[in-house]
């Protein structure tokens, strides 16, 4: 590889140099530049485990859209790449308190079955990823282990979501919309009622809405 011209970094942007994204090794800056709105990007050259070398945007390596050279896709296909990704993304969050989801997994106890820490063994357990969907544990308190995670998409785990509105009454746990359903009464209207009113959930499922009815014309009134 020819040696890299010494390319200035500008005091506010991080120097990635010997950092390790996925596969890649950042070995020096490439080439700055900007985009056509003016905002500044920086290219670093990247060597793969593999041996390949390529320049790759700081914004690509940061948000983990290239792990590597295309390598694993080669060797192990598209599916199992995919369930490579999830591993990482979930071996991050339970464990990288750098990582933006820590406070909401590791940060909560929330750990990753010990014979899950090697991916040839979560790959076995889960096998390929299916195209979009991702991994969801069932019980978002539990850990991600056998018989706590599937495969599910991105309706399926935002009903599944701790931060989801939930609603616990007369020994049933229900999401706020399957209540709507049941009573008839708009979620937004429960959860004002419930949350901003301080109702008893009792009474916020029970109370039928008032209509206001149509204010009688004051002519008829005055006829009257």
Known sequence: MAALQPIRIRADAQDLTGKRFGRWTVLGLAKRGHFPSGQPY????????????????????REAKSQSC????KKYGAGRMRSYQVWRGMMRRCYNKKDAAY????GQGVLVFLRWHDFKNFYQDMGD?????????IDTFGNYE??????ANATTQARNKRTQRRLIHDGKNMHIEDWEALTGIDHEILWLRVHRLKWDIGRALAEPIRRQ???PD???????
Do not use: F, Q, T
């Open 213 to 215: 009815g149509k204010k």
């Open 146 to 151: 056998p018989g706590n995670c599937r495969w």
């Open 42 to 61: 920086l290219v670093w050259h990247c060597r793969c485990d593999c041996g390949s070398e390529k320049n790759v945007a700081s914004r690509v390596l």
């Open 218 to 224: 004051r002519k008829r009134r005055e006829a009257k």
């Open 103 to 106: 406070p909401l997994y590791g």
């Open 129 to 137: 990823a299916p195209r979009d969907l991702s991994i969801d544990h």
């Open 70 to 73: 295309g390598c694993l896709r």
